[in-house]
């Protein structure tokens, strides 16, 4: 069965028939998508199904684990981000990443934002604290926490340092933020506020997010591509998979039937 | 149900088993502290007397003694009397009077050993010894006395009385100076010699001295050089040093200007070479005696504001102690002084508590530098010249005529003038150790100026130990500072690079270097003395430029490797890199050893050692603190590795890929977020590399010269109290000072490493509080 390309308007990112393996492991089976600039964009599936490989492609944390081999293309911004004239870091520095569970580093909220920026070796004062203080403000914890900033981060509760987290990204002014499961560890009042802070982040980011809680893909995100097995399975605007799925397969897992 | 049973009886169990077991590592550890405690605590005690006893005398004591054992004492009356008293009955035991006395009162008399100099009031001097034999009768010891007439000198010139005497002898020469009551100095001398035809020779002098100090007397504002006698100056100096004889008839008329000028005390040392001379106004003559027939004055000085009232040795014979009429105690001796044209000058090195009276008498101890001193008003003070410290004080009710320490230094005999005899049993075992004599600097005898010597035995029965611990502890902070230098960044970022860099199948490297950690340090310093020590000391010239070559071969190999083309690296895999700088690194070595040849003939002008004497003013021992940094480096270096690899290792993993995924390269990471999380346990592997190189005993026994010495130099030895330890118990006779000291030393070492782990601890938890978040 041939799969229908779904066509994003102003795609940033184009994945095209990428293959992945762990050793002999196939973990990502001809995968072909587009992402759309400054929309929210959610993979689905159940567990083990390559959602969360994929988007570590995007950032090239895969290079840290051995044995991986990757097939096909990724381009962003129609470049091809594993040719060997790229600069890693600085593609890191472009696709920002949130992880599943919160890891400040054990410093000050304030040391935390301004890691990325530091690295980059931005020194002024003035100017850090200008970085810090939009990105807490972008995630939404500048109110909770302006009277600390010197507090040390692991201090604040697991909802705050994900935003902490979050704030850690947005400081390095990324053009995309990868978010993998970042709600799984959090309770339904810290996980409202993100997504609270996701749909304001949409603006002037593209957000990438992995997610387990169909809910949560269908209340914030515009795309959703449901993986299974590796593949893609069905990919399109958030509200045609979740009323009108075009596979079987998503249909069953959308409606608890599996998964 | 039942089970539940044997849970909780298990659990019962095991609760006590563990009380038990922390409970007795606590007990152990105070148990250990208490036990060295006790060894060191007599150090600290003060002397104290265990047993008073009186007897009684009949007549005017001159001078007395005991034996050994404080069985039996004599006493010397004026009249001639030797009373030999057994001390445990107060019976009297054997009366002898000295033959040839003829009616004459005994005046004065000096006290060497065994050896008794008598002077009369008509001129007469005698030599007696007196000495004790012991025989067993079963169980029982009987001390036997026995006195011994030597001889009498012939005065001959001497018409007058004798006021003051003193002398000394030896099998072949005998000295004695005598002061007579007409004011008049006269050194009388005998020496035995072999004529070339194997006769015995005998030569005596006798020859009046007094204008040596009369004419000086004189004229007081003269300076304190080398003094002659002004009618003959330099030249009479310069032919006297210089061992020629010369026939001198001016003292005959010296005598008579005789001024008035008076002599209370006499002191002459037992090489029969220095006479010293106080006087009532303070001074203190100084008379080289050495040419029996041309003595001449060394110097003057003034020791006092008041008379000089007791003269006397220590122990040794070159420390002089001087007592005056206003109660002082001084202790003087000749110390180098280039400012002096005879190279030395008489000068107060310890000063004494003070006396409230004029002091009468000075008794030294036949142990070490202790001395009695007794004053007018019956105050006698047992005191220890080096210490500087007073060990005990007490009161006869009359005034003291006579003194003496038993020869053991155990015992003081005191009489005084309402004819009694005092004894004091002392307990006195380390009379030289103070906080001062252990960490301050000492004058000692023959030094320059006080110092930090270590020196716990030497060749002669009169040597006096030289304990000071601080060359030790000198010795301990520059082995550690030095093996610390090498171990910590050598450790920590090796443990760096195979934690976060080097690839898995290379990570074998962390167990070989574990087992490093388990060589004996025995091999080690066996390695670093007798291997390491005299390879350096060959190729120390290579080792010098080394550096260079590596840095610079290192540089090399990045050009090449950047240069490369991909095709060259196609066998490497990330973490391999380190592979590729080994062939460079092998290469400098190799190109260090071969130019160093060139390095030293070039730079060095020839010769390195000659080189670093000139030009650094350092000496270069082949068993030296880089030797003993290296060796110890080894050592310490896989505890540090290993610790500081397993909290490098620990350190989260989403920690890290926090920090990449922000774009921090793999180094950025190291440095930014591995090195401060895992700062705990880098913290505790230096502190426990700390208390490793401070502890460390054989290596440094085998790779140093054990020379304590205090210079930070990086190429001479050096002593630690481990090593120390190690070097001297077994010579330390068991329970005596240097036995207590070495407990010492290990007493200081031991709250060393408990302080340093206390705060390791401390500061490690708190670190850890900050962290253990993750």
């Known amino acids: 069965m041939e799969k229908v390309r779904t066509t994003v308007p102003e795609p940033i990112v184009n994945i095209i028939d990428l293959f992945l393996y762990y050793g002999k492991v196939e973990a990502l ?28 492609c995007l950032n090239r944390m895969n290079d840290l684990i051995e044995n991986v081999t990757i097939e096909g293309c990724i381009r962003i911004d129609d470049q091809d981000i594993y040719s060997p ?16 569970k919160p890891n400040p580093f054990p410093k000050t909220i304030y040391e935390n934002v301004i890691y990325g920026p530091r690295l980059m070796g931005i020194r002024k004062k003035g100017i850090l604290d200008e970085i810090c203080e939009k990105a807490l403000k972008k995630a939404a914890l500048w109110d909770d926490v302006k009277d600390r900033l010197h507090a040390n981060a692991l201090d604040l509760s697991g909802g705050q340092q994900q935003r902490i987290c979050i704030a850690r990204a947005i400081a390095m002014e990324p053009e995309i933020i990868l978010l993998d499961e970042p709600c799984s560890a959090l309770d339904p009042i810290a996980t409202a506020k993100i997504e609270d802070m996701l749909c304001d982040l949409k603006k002037d980011y593209t957000v990438i997010i992995v997610t387990h809680n169909m809910q949560q893909a269908a209340r914030i995100s515009d795309y959703t591509g449901f993986f299974m097995m590796g593949e893609l399975v069905e990919y399109s605007v958030t509200s045609e998979i979740f009323t009108n799925p075009r596979e079987k397969q998503t249909e069953d897992y959308i409606t608890g039937r599996f998964g | 149900m039942k089970s539940l049973k044997r849970r909780r009886y298990a659990d019962r169990a095991a609760h006590w088993v563990i009380t038990l077991g922390g409970t007795a590592t606590v007990l152990v550890i105070l148990a250990l502290f208490i036990f060295i405690f006790l060894e060191v605590y ?41 009373e030999f008293i057994s001390l445990k009955s107060g019976a009297l035991l054997k009366k002898h009077h000295v033959s040839g006395l003829d009616g004459s009162v005994i005046t004065s008399a000096d006290k060497d050993h065994d050896r008794l100099v008598l002077a009369t009031n008509d001129g007469k001097v005698f030599t007696i010894s007196i000495s ?11 001390v036997t006395p026995e ?26 020469t005998d000295v004695t100076a005598v002061y007579t009551n007409d004011g008049h100095l006269i050194l009388i001398a005998s020496e035995t010699g072999k004529t070339p035809l194997d006769n015995e020779e005998k030569k005596e002098f006798q020859k009046d001295i007094t204008g040596l100090f009369v004419a000086h007397s004189i004229n007081q504002n003269t300076a304190s050089v080398p003094y002659l006698l002004q009618t003959e100056g330099i030249e009479r100096r310069e032919k006297a040093k210089a061992g020629m004889q010369t026939a001198d008839n001016s003292s005959g008329d010296l005598t008579e200007q005789r001024t008035g000028t008076e002599i209370t005390s006499l002191a002459l040392d037992l090489f029969m070479e220095n006479l010293y001379i106080g006087t009532p106004s303070g001074d203190v003559f100084h008379i080289d005696v050495r040419d029996r027939e041309n003595p001449y004055l060394v110097e003057k000085v003034k020791v006092s504001e008041s008379a000089v009232t007791a003269l006397g040795f220590l122990l040794g014979d070159v420390s002089l102690v001087v007592g005056d009429a206003s109660g002082g105690v001084n202790v003087w001796m000749q110390v180098r002084d ?12 310890h000063i004494l508590r003070s006396h409230k009276a004029p002091v009468i008498a000075v008794a030294p101890s036949m142990r070490d530098k202790g001395f009695l001193t007794a004053a007018t008003d019956g105050t006698i003070y047992l005191n220890h010249a080096t210490s500087e410290q007073t060990l005990l004080r007490f009161k006869t009710g009359y005034t003291p005529v006579a003194l003496a320490f038993s020869p053991k230094a155990n015992g003081i005999f005191v009489a005084d003038t309402n004819n009694r005899l005092f004894q004091w049993r002392i307990f006195n075992p380390h009379p030289e150790i103070t906080v001062k004599t252990l960490f301050g600097r000492v004058w000692y005898e023959g030094y320059e100026k006080p110092e930090f010597v270590w020196q716990s035995t030497g060749g002669t029965d009169d040597f006096e130990p030289k304990l000071s611990l601080v060359p030790l502890i000198f010795g301990t902070i520059k082995g550690t500072l030095y093996t610390l230098v090498i171990a910590v960044p050598i450790g920590i970022f090796a443990a760096l690079y195979t934690s976060q860099f080097l690839h898995n199948s290379l990570k074998i490297i962390k167990p070989v270097i574990e087992i490093m950690a388990a060589l004996p340090s025995v091999i080690l310093g066996f390695l670093a003395g007798l291997w390491l020590a005299p390879l350096m000391e060959r190729m120390f010239p290579a080792i010098i430029i080394m550096p260079f070559f590596i840095t610079l071969s290192i540089g090399i190999a990045l050009v090449v490797w950047k240069y490369l083309p991909v095709i060259g690296k196609g066998w490497y ?41 000139r030009v650094l003013g350092l000496k270069y021992d082949q ?67 700390f208390g490793r190189a401070v502890g460390e005993t054989m290596i440094v026994l085998m790779a140093t010269g054990n020379t304590p010495i205090m210079e930070w130099n990086l190429f001479n030895g050096f002593r630690a109290l481990s090593a120390n330890i190690a070097v001297e118990i077994p010579e330390a006779p068991f329970g005596g000072t240097l036995y207590r000291v070495l407990f010492l030393a290990s007493l200081l070492l031991f709250v060393t490493t408990f302080i340093v782990n206390t705060l390791a601890e401390t500061v490690r938890r708190r670190m850890r509080l900050k962290y253990n978040k993750l």
């Open chain 1, 29 to 56: 089976k001809k995968i072909a998508l587009d992402i759309s600039r400054k929309n929210i964009t959610s993979f689905i599936g159940p567990s083990g199904c390559g959602k969360s490989t994929l988007i570590r």
């Open chain 1, 85 to 100: 004239a790229v600069d890693v870091t600085e593609l890191r520095r472009r696709v920002g990443m949130v992880f599943q």
């Open chain 2, 42 to 82: 007599p150090l600290l005690q003060d002397a104290r007397i265990t047993k008073e006893t009186t007897h009684s005398v009949h007549g005017k004591v001159i001078s007395m003694g005991v034996d050994d054992h404080q069985e039996v004492a004599y006493i010397i009356y004026n009249n001639g009397v030797i």
């Open chain 2, 132 to 142: 004790f034999s012991e025989s067993f009768a079963g169980d029982s010891r009987a």
């Open chain 2, 147 to 172: 006195v011994l007439e030597e001889k009498k000198v012939k005065a001959s010139k001497l018409k007058a009385g004798i006021l003051n005497v003193t002398s000394r002898g030896d099998d072949s």
């Open chain 2, 338 to 349: 280039d400012r002096s044209s005879w190279g030395w000058a008489l000068k107060k090195v």
């Open chain 2, 573 to 613: 895999r990330h973490g391999t890199e380190v592979l590729v700088l080994i062939p460079f690194i092998i290469g400098a070595i190799v190109v260090s050893i071969q130019l160093g040849g060139v390095f030293e003939t070039n730079i060095l002008r020839g010769d390195y050692r000659e080189w670093f004497s």
């Open chain 2, 623 to 689: 068993r030296n603190a880089v030797v003993v940094g290296i060796a110890m480096g080894f050592a310490v270096i896989p505890l540090i590795f290993t610790i500081s690899e397993d909290a490098m290792s620990n350190v989260p993993k989403s920690l890290i890929s926090a920090s990449l995924a922000l774009g921090a390269t793999p180094w950025q990471t190291a440095v930014r977020v591995i090195l401060p999380t895992a700062s705990p346990g880098i913290f505790s592997a230096i502190m426990i590399g």
